[in-house]
């Protein structure tokens, strides 16, 4: 029986043979963290957008080992409900808007490029963490107006705690703590300094509008905000662009629809997100006893929903465990979806889709290196993405 755990080394490399198997179940059991898997589309639909399913941990059971990590990992808009989410979550939008990313657009590609620029004309090169991994980090940089000096460091910061909260043995973790309270003494620091000090990046406009907005935000809600950014912005998009890559090479075929046509990226960053998607899944708390796939749900257990099962799911799309353009329909829950849909849904594709267009005009003949571990699985649990992509540039 394949094993349905967010930290199992199987279900980090590969994650989709569990989902096939347990997916007529409907719900399982979660050993990790307490309460259920929910892997039925129909019922994945319904959880993500009722809003009656909750996402404040305080309203969980308290004995689920995962209550108690979600409370102390302070994760901002990610567990909360209205109207404290709504009114968080306000603030910031307009920052992530089609409209903002659309302005964002120039100074996106300029940052790609120069990324680029520095890879050789040809030869092997890790793209993961030469390309894929440097984009997303530079583009949130900026735009949380962090100082070059420190960029390495708040790099490691940000990828220390993402690969570690969700795993039940490394959330405890002396690496953890420091990662977390490094990010949070920058924030603290960079908070205040901005109230002395105001200036144009989003940090000073969150600073701005709370004053002049009178808003009650505190600044602790804008710096677990602020930290959560760091996760959400960086480590998916990285994962999205390293995910894309890596769909093409091993579908050669797919890759010359794309050089025959760019203009079908949009497309292949769409199927990306339905085939290998960045974010497993999302958790919700039942705040009233319920049945789902016909199993009795107590009012405090958690759901982990598995929101990548729709896009592997075959009553859904024909031959889903194949990358393939030429679909007529495509499905996928990447972002969530409710009130908790991804705030920065459009940032993020945008990103991918400039990466993946430059990275095909400068390079005609791109393919999987030949050598051992050419694609290696990041260790995080809840994610999907690649610690390691070998490529020939050609």
């Given at each position: 029986?394949?094993?349905?755990?967010?930290?199992?080394?199987?279900?980090?490399?590969?994650?989709?043979?569990?989902?096939?198997?347990?997916?007529?179940?409907?719900?399982?059991?979660?050993?990790?963290?307490?309460?259920?898997?929910?892997?039925?589309?129909?019922?994945?639909?319904?959880?993500?957008?009722?809003?009656?399913?909750?996402?404040?941990?305080?309203?969980?059971?308290?004995e689920a080992p995962i209550t108690g990590v979600l409370k102390a990992a302070r994760l901002s808009i990610f567990y909360m409900d209205p109207p404290e989410h709504t009114r968080i979550r306000g603030l910031v939008a307009k920052e992530f808007s089609p409209h903002r990313v659309k302005e964002l657009g120039s100074g996106l590609e300029k940052t790609a490029r120069s990324v680029l620029d520095q890879l050789p004309d040809?030869?092997?090169?890790?793209?993961?963490?030469?390309?894929?991994?440097?984009?997303?980090?530079?583009?949130?940089?900026?735009?949380?107006?962090?100082?070059?000096?420190?960029?390495?460091?708040?790099?490691?910061?940000?990828?220390?705690?993402?690969?570690?909260?969700?795993?039940?043995?490394?959330?405890?973790?002396?690496?953890?703590?420091?990662?977390?309270?490094?990010?949070?003494?920058?924030?603290?620091?960079?908070?205040?300094?901005?109230?002395?000090?105001?200036?144009?990046?989003?940090?000073?406009?969150?600073?701005?509008?709370?004053?002049?907005?009178?808003?009650?935000?505190?600044?602790?809600?804008?710096?677990?905000?602020?930290?959560?950014?760091?996760?959400?912005?960086?480590?998916?998009?990285?994962?999205?662009?390293?995910?894309?890559?890596?769909?093409?090479?091993?579908?050669?075929?797919?890759?010359?629809?794309?050089?025959?046509?760019?203009?079908?990226?949009?497309?292949?960053?769409?199927?990306?997100?339905?085939?290998?998607?960045?974010?497993?899944?999302?958790?919700?708390?039942?705040?009233?006893?319920?049945?789902?796939?016909?199993?009795?749900?107590?009012?405090?257990?958690?759901?982990?929903?598995?929101?990548?099962?729709?896009?592997?799911?075959?009553?859904?799309?024909?031959?889903?465990?194949?990358?393939?353009?030429?679909?007529?329909?495509?499905?996928?829950?990447?972002?969530?979806?409710?009130?908790?849909?991804?705030?920065g849904a459009h940032l993020g594709k945008a990103e991918a889709r400039i990466a993946l267009r430059i990275l095909l005009e400068r390079f005609s003949d791109l393919s999987l290196a030949d050598c051992e571990d050419a694609a290696v699985r990041r260790s995080v649990?809840?994610?999907?993405?690649?610690?390691?992509?070998?490529?020939?540039?050609?």
């Amino acid at each position: 029986m394949a094993v349905l755990s967010l930290a199992d080394a199987s279900f980090l490399e590969d994650p989709y043979p569990a989902i096939h198997e347990h997916r007529p179940t409907g719900v399982i059991p979660n050993v990790n963290h307490g309460g259920v898997w929910l892997l039925a589309s129909d019922e994945i639909r319904e959880v993500v957008r009722d809003p009656s399913f909750s996402s404040d941990p305080e309203k969980a059971d308290p004995e689920a080992p995962i209550t108690g990590v979600l409370k102390a990992a302070r994760l901002s808009i990610f567990y909360m409900d209205p109207p404290e989410h709504t009114r968080i979550r306000g603030l910031v939008a307009k920052e992530f808007s089609p409209h903002r990313v659309k302005e964002l657009g120039s100074g996106l590609e300029k940052t790609a490029r120069s990324v680029l620029d520095q890879l050789p004309d040809s030869g092997v090169v890790d793209l993961a963490a030469t390309f894929a991994d440097v984009i997303p980090m530079i583009v949130m940089s900026d735009f949380l107006g962090v100082e070059e000096e420190i960029r390495t460091d708040f790099r490691n910061w940000g990828l220390t705690r993402v690969k570690n909260l969700f795993d039940p043995v490394k959330n405890r973790s002396p690496e953890f703590a420091e990662a977390s309270q490094n990010l949070r003494d920058y924030f603290t620091q960079k908070v205040a300094r901005r109230r002395e000090e105001p200036a144009t990046d989003l940090v000073g406009r969150l600073v701005e509008a709370t004053d002049e907005q009178g808003s009650d935000l505190q600044d602790q809600e804008i710096i677990d905000l602020l930290i959560l950014l760091v996760g959400a912005g960086i480590i998916t998009t990285a994962d999205l662009i390293g995910n894309a890559v890596h769909a093409l090479l091993t579908h050669p075929e797919e890759l010359e629809k794309l050089y025959a046509d760019p203009a079908r990226i949009p497309e292949a960053i769409e199927e990306t997100l339905r085939f290998d998607a960045p974010a497993l899944s999302v958790g919700r708390i039942a705040t009233e006893e319920t049945v789902l796939c016909g199993q009795r749900i107590a009012p405090g257990t958690w759901l982990r929903v598995m929101t990548s099962a729709i896009g592997r799911d075959p009553a859904i799309h024909p031959d889903p465990d194949r990358f393939c353009l030429d679909r007529d329909h495509r499905e996928h829950m990447a972002f969530g979806g409710g009130a908790h849909f991804c705030l920065g849904a459009h940032l993020g594709k945008a990103e991918a889709r400039i990466a993946l267009r430059i990275l095909l005009e400068r390079f005609s003949d791109l393919s999987l290196a030949d050598c051992e571990d050419a694609a290696v699985r990041r260790s995080v649990p809840g994610f999907r993405g690649l610690e390691r992509l070998m490529v020939r540039l050609g």
